[in-house]
């Protein structure tokens, strides 16, 4: 400050000697250099500066340059009024300059105190601030945008905008920026992600504008960045909750709904409109309008509660049903509740509406259960009696009336034991407590053993008894089926009596069939022996005749003799297959298991030796097993087979087939073969001994092979059956009861 007021100071002196040089140019313009200095002085050394330059830029003229020269006289007055007015102008001078330099302090100080507050509020800033180039470098960045994305000043100021935009923001971001370059908006506000320094995402509200320069063209953008993590986390924690509770109210089937009876606004939740069917697109139903949802039965009773809770201002819950435009029905229960300002007056009602169709389906299922469980005790042919805990009867049916005598009214509440034997009773109250202890819901008919009961008038009658237990809130309930066997038993009795009669009959025709037996013994001994012994002697001396006298012999004498011949061989065979016949089901009967399979392929080995000539074709199907008396199933067998073989002599490519099928829940055992078969209109002839579907000149035999087979087959509990046609063969199966047969592989065949 000195040094400015020392150079005001000297200024005149300045302007002096530089006037004094010029003078001879300058003449006689006395106050041509000191006015600039009186401006200069007053603007350099202030006030103080100025009025003494001015002091000495006066006395200086005056006295050097104004006549007379170098004296402080004046020969003109117009000299002296000059000195007045630059004295007047230099004080101006230095008057305006003071002003202008208080002002300028004043100005500084201010802007100072602006500039402190500005850094205050950058530095301290609530919210992140930022100053951007409009390629996003970065000028200045405050605080709190450093905390918001984790990097320090220095860190934060060598990266760009577009550094910690996030990827997917930054095409957003760059037609928002691009708008306000072109002057299309001045500011833009958007919520998007910057990225932070731990590459982590934080969400912020955006806020920009632009400053331009006095030309108009950009000079840099403004950045408001306000963190809303929280908010968002918070948004989405609500979203959440949100969409929890709506699929809660789908899951419960429940909605909310509200009421504003000021302003007639109705809000629903998105459940009702689906349990009312109503389109979600539509506003809420309002009142009465919401009235064509529900039949006339249910509208009167929830208008009603409803009016009632507008009016009082009390609680409702109804049940109601409700009709969708599609038809449907669904029941719901309605509730309800009024709010009241502070004055006490209604202002509006809100509640819930739950759909409860499930339950009332449930009710009316249990409805009509118990309605049946009460017809089916009340006809039931059994008494049915329920006593509690206490073994007080809770439940008596007609039946248990008609079987004690006692009516429902006398019975119910009367002790158990009014209905049991007094000698029985003790015991009885044993097994109730046991079994409640047993932890058993129900013990069947007749596991209780025989009891008896008492009726009405005394008598005492035996009866067949189950007992169930069921746990209710108030205790255990102890349900009893009687059943009254006075007459099973009284036919037990008489079947008893029955079987022993049986049984003595049984022995009086076991007696006789053993006589029976005996006489056929005798029989078949004197069929073999009595009978034969004529046949032989017949046979052997037409042999000796044919043999002794044969050439002697004319005429038809040898063909009776022939005849005598063969009639004697075939009356040998009709005896051989008598005995056969009486002795294919004597004996006792074994249950052998046997190899079917094995034993039909060697059966067919022993008659393909028999004719090794003839080229049989045969089938046998693998593993199959049955249980029998091995000496007859191989007779069985070797009468079918043999049967098989005889008849496809004449077929041009014979076959035989063994297999097992099933047949109507029965396994049958087969024997098939592609020979001359048979007419079934004939079918009933096959089993009957001595009767033959051929003659004797195309197939030989004596008709008691089948018969034989039959009897065999009906001893071990089966049937035998034969199907055939002329020219194509015939099956014949039989089943075989007892133990199960088996074959691990019935459908394949080996040649």
Request: zero cysteines.
């Given at each position: 400050m000195k040094s400015r007021l020392l150079l005001s100071l000297l200024l005149p002196f300045v302007a002096c000697a530089l006037q004094w040089w010029l003078w001879a140019y300058l003449s006689p313009y006395v106050w041509f250099l000191f006015f600039p200095v009186a401006f200069f002085s007053a603007w350099i050394g202030g006030f103080s500066g100025g009025i003494a330059?001015?002091?000495?830029?006066?006395?200086?003229?005056w006295y050097v340059f104004m006549p007379k020269t170098f004296s402080f006289e004046l020969d003109n007055p117009a000299s002296a009024f000059s000195i007045v007015v630059f004295v007047i102008m230099g004080a101006l001078f230095a008057f305006l300059f003071e002003r202008l330099r208080h002002a300028m302090q004043r100005t500084g100080k201010e802007l100072q105190v602006s500039e402190t507050r500005f850094e205050a509020t950058f530095e301290q800033a609530a919210v992140g601030i930022a100053l951007a180039m409009p390629d996003g470098r970065w000028l200045r960045v405050n605080r709190k945008l450093c905390e918001i994305v984790g990097y320090g000043c220095d860190e934060l100021l060598a990266k760009t905008f577009w550094d910690i935009t996030h990827p997917e923001d930054v095409e957003t971001d760059h037609a928002n920026l691009q708008g306000m370059l072109s002057?299309?908006?001045?500011?833009?506000?958007?919520?998007?992600r910057f990225i932070c320094k731990d590459g982590s995402h934080v969400w912020i509200n955006l806020t920009v504008s632009l400053v331009r320069k006095p030309d108009a063209t950009p000079d840099y953008f403004i950045a408001i960045v306000e963190d809303i993590q929280m908010r968002r986390q918070a948004e989405a924690g609500l979203q959440k909750s949100a969409t929890q509770l709506i699929e809660s109210q789908r899951l419960a089937g429940i909605g909310n709904w509200m009421w504003d009876t000021r302003a007639d606004r109705h809000t629903w939740s998105e459940e009702i409109y689906y349990i009312y069917g109503r389109d979600p697109s539509l506003p809420p139903a309002i009142y009465p309008e919401v009235q064509r949802y529900f039949t006339p039965e249910s509208w009167a009773r929830l208008s009603a509660a409803v009016e009632k809770g507008l009016a009082e201002g009390t609680a409702y819950a109804c049940d109601a049903e409700v009709v969708r435009p599609d038809g449907t029905h669904r029941w719901i229960i309605a509730r309800g509740e009024a709010a009241r300002d502070a004055d006490g007056n209604i202002v509006n009602l809100h509640g819930t509406v739950q759909d409860i169709t499930e339950r009332k389906r449930a009710e009316e299922s249990l409805r009509e259960s118990e309605e049946r469980l009460a017809g089916i005790i009340d006809s039931a042919m059994d008494a049915i009696i329920s006593v509690d805990e206490r073994q007080l009867i809770r439940l008596y049916n007609?039946?248990?009336e008609k079987m004690f005598g006692l009516g429902v009214a006398e019975a119910t509440g009367q002790p158990l034991a009014r209905l049991i034997p007094e000698r029985f009773r003790h015991a009885h109250e044993g097994h109730i407590r046991n079994f409640a202890q047993t932890g058993m819901t129900a013990r069947r008919m007749g596991l209780?053993?025989?009891?008896?009961?008492?009726?009405?008038n005394g008598e005492e009658f035996p009866v067949e008894a189950s007992i169930s237990q069921t746990r209710h809130a108030?205790?255990?309930?102890?349900?009893?089926?009687?059943?009254d066997i006075t007459d099973r038993r009284r036919a037990e009795e008489e079947i008893l009596r029955l079987n022993a009669d049986l049984e003595r009959r049984v022995e009086e025709r076991t007696a006789k069939l053993t006589i029976a037996n005996r006489e056929l013994d005798s029989f078949s001994y004197a069929v073999s022996h009595d009978l034969r012994a004529p046949l032989r002697a017949m046979s052997g001396f037409s042999q000796a005749l044919g043999e002794d006298y044969g050439s002697q012999l004319q005429g038809e004498a040898k063909v009776y003799l022939e005849q005598i011949d063969i009639a004697s061989r075939k009356?040998?065979?009709?005896?051989?297959?008598?005995?056969?016949?009486?002795?294919?089901?004597?004996?006792?009967l074994h249950h052998d298991e046997i190899d079917l399979t094995g034993l039909a392929h060697r059966l067919l080995d022993e008659l393909a030796q028999g004719e090794p000539e003839r080229q049989v074709a045969r089938q046998v199907a693998t593993g199959i097993v049955v249980f029998g008396d091995a000496r007859m199933i191989e007779v069985v067998m070797r009468n079918l087979l043999g049967n098989a073989w005889k008849y496809t002599a004449h077929a041009a490519a014979p076959e035989i087939r063994v297999f097992a099928e099933e047949r109507d829940g029965s396994r049958f055992f087969c024997v098939a073969d592609n020979g001359a078969g048979f007419d079934m209109a004939h079918a009933n002839r096959?089993?009957?001994?001595?009767?033959?579907?051929?003659?004797?000149?195309?197939?030989?035999g004596i008709g008691i092979g089948l018969a034989t087979v039959q009897r065999i087959v009906h001893r071990h509990g089966g049937v035998i059956e034969a199907r055939g046609e002329p020219g194509k063969g015939a099956v014949f199966g039989f089943t075989l009861s007892g133990k199960p047969a088996a074959d691990s592989a019935p459908d394949k065949k080996e040649q």
């Open positions: 330059a001015t002091a000495i830029s006066a006395l200086l003229v002057g299309d908006t001045g500011t833009y506000s958007k919520e998007k007609p039946a248990a209780l053993g025989e009891v008896s009961g008492l009726r009405l108030a205790g255990n309930l102890f349900t009893v089926i009687l059943r009356m040998s065979e009709l005896v051989d297959g008598l005995l056969v016949l009486s002795r294919s089901t004597r004996g006792e096959l089993f009957q001994p001595f009767q033959r579907l051929h003659r004797q000149e195309e197939f030989a």
